[in-house]
């Protein structure tokens, strides 16, 4: 078997790691990795936007099952590619991951599928969204249609915060051509989980439920970052509460998306706020494993998992993918400045040695002219610890990041607070 991963974050040294674990022979190769998806696959120089050189790598590699990590190529058309080509490929097609691509196009197929999901309008026109904004309550959610990265979404407390918001993604530009359409919707109130199932358009196969911690700081205070860190079973994630997720959220969107001519397969990731009588409702739509989900969930895998990848990507339904029991938490290592403008350059020292049930996921790393391990990117390294306890999973995950060293090393230390507040072991 031979496997390409397409991306270069923590995400994707994530699906290595798994992929590698499962297919201790396989070819693996990475495009373009990063220094941690190095040590266990081979890395391909080439941009995950690079449509034409990824499928030529394809060819020259002879890759039998391309796995798509991050949404930009999905949303540029890497798969419709690949697949014209005859190649299998693991993740949706352009049109389809619109569905993250575009909060707009999402808000109309959740509301022609009858999906719960906040009241909101689309606008490209300033004066009209400021006159919107003006006849609702607050507070409000303002957001760049395109993709953000994660953080278009600036959850806004008053009108005024809210017209503020407005004016910089339609007057100044902010987010570029993904703020040229706002997406301006209620607050929705409650806590959030993040849901991803393995489908071929019809069928779902769940995996792990994941809780993601997106703002910067402890106490889940100050701004929204492409995620701080996340943990894995989640108690609010009830068996019942998920089949209700199933039937009411993930296959009506399914099936409108089959009905408009845009069949999702892939990872459909739903991002949902439960509120306080344990309804679900959707907050957005992801068309991949989110990150850092998914350095939580991949290692809670016990086995199935390219199976499945591999039948969906020929178009057949899911197999069952088994998980452990077990929890599992990630703390995200990331640099002074994120998210705005992180500082990179600074040498990284890892631990000689790691405790049993811990990895390090690379995410911006990069290697200086000497070798050395040096800061990358805004988000740098997630720690994840795998343990039968969620407490000492916890403590695990928090104290190797603090045995990680920087200049700049920004971390949160009560990633699964929730999960302790409701008595997690
Ligand atoms: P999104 O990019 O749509 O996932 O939004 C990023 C984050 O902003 C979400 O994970 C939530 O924490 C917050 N958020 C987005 N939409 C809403 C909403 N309607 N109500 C409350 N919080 C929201």
């Given amino acids: ?28 190769y990475c495009a373009p990795g990063n220094p941690g998806t190095a040590e266990i696959a081979d890395n391909l120089p080439i941009a995950a936007d690079d449509l034409d050189r990824l499928a030529d790598a394809v060819d020259m590699h002879g890759i039998d099952l391309t796995v798509v990590g991050s949404e930009v190529p999905l949303a540029r058309g890497l798969a419709d590619r690949l697949r014209a080509e005859g190649r299998a490929v693991f993740g949706p097609s352009a049109a389809a991951a619109q569905l993250e691509a575009s909060k707009a196009f999402a808000k109309q197929v959740t509301a022609a599928a009858g999906v719960r999901t906040a009241a909101s309008r689309t606008f490209t026109d300033l004066s009209d969204a400021l006159k919107y904004v003006d006849s609702q309550p607050e507070p409000l959610v303002v957001k760049a249609s395109g993709l953000a990265a994660g953080k278009g979404a600036l959850v806004c407390d008053t009108r005024r915060d809210a017209a503020k918001a407005v004016r910089a993604m339609l007057e100044a530009g902010q987010f570029g051509d993904a703020g040229r359409t706002v997406v301006i919707e209620a607050y929705l109130e409650g806590e959030e989980i993040s849901v991803m199932a393995v489908t071929d358009g019809r069928d779902v196969e769940l995996l792990p439920v994941a809780q993601d911690h997106k703002r910067l700081l402890e106490g889940d205070s100050g701004p929204n970052t492409g995620g701080m860190g996340a943990y894995s079973p989640v108690a609010l994630a009830s068996p019942a509460l998920l089949e209700k997720v199933k039937l009411d959220i ?13 069949p999702f397969s ?20 992801n068309c991949r494993l989110g990150d850092p989900e998914a350095q939580v969930i991949l290692p809670l895998i016990s086995e199935g998992l390219t199976e499945s990848l591999w039948r969906v990507a020929r178009g057949e339904r899911p197999s069952r993918i088994n998980a452990r029991r077990a929890a599992a938490v990630t703390t995200v290592l990331a640099s002074r400045g994120y998210p705005d403008a992180p500082e990179k350059g600074a040498s990284i020292t890892l631990p000689d040695t790691l405790p049993e049930g811990v990895t390090v996921f690379h995410a911006g790393t990069s290697r200086g002219p000497d070798g050395a391990l040096q800061v990358g990117g805004g988000r740098v390294l997630t720690v994840t610890a795998v343990n039968q306890s969620f407490a000492e999973a916890q403590r695990l995950s928090r104290e190797t990041a603090e045995a990680i060293a920087y200049e700049g090393k920004i971390f949160r230390r009560d ?8 008595g997690g072991t």
């Fill in 415 to 422: 990633i699964g607070w929730r999960a302790v507040n409701r």
């Fill in 250 to 262: 993930l296959l009506p969107t399914l099936e409108e998306m089959q009905r408009i001519g845009a």
């Fill in 266 to 285: 892939g990872v459909l990731y739903a991002g949902l706020m439960v509120d306080r009588s344990g309804v679900a409702w959707v907050v957005e739509f």
């Fill in 1 to 28: 078997m031979r496997l390409l991963v397409v991306g270069g974050g923590g995400r994707e040294h994530a699906l290595c790691w798994a992929l590698r674990r499962e297919n201790p022979d396989a070819a693996l």
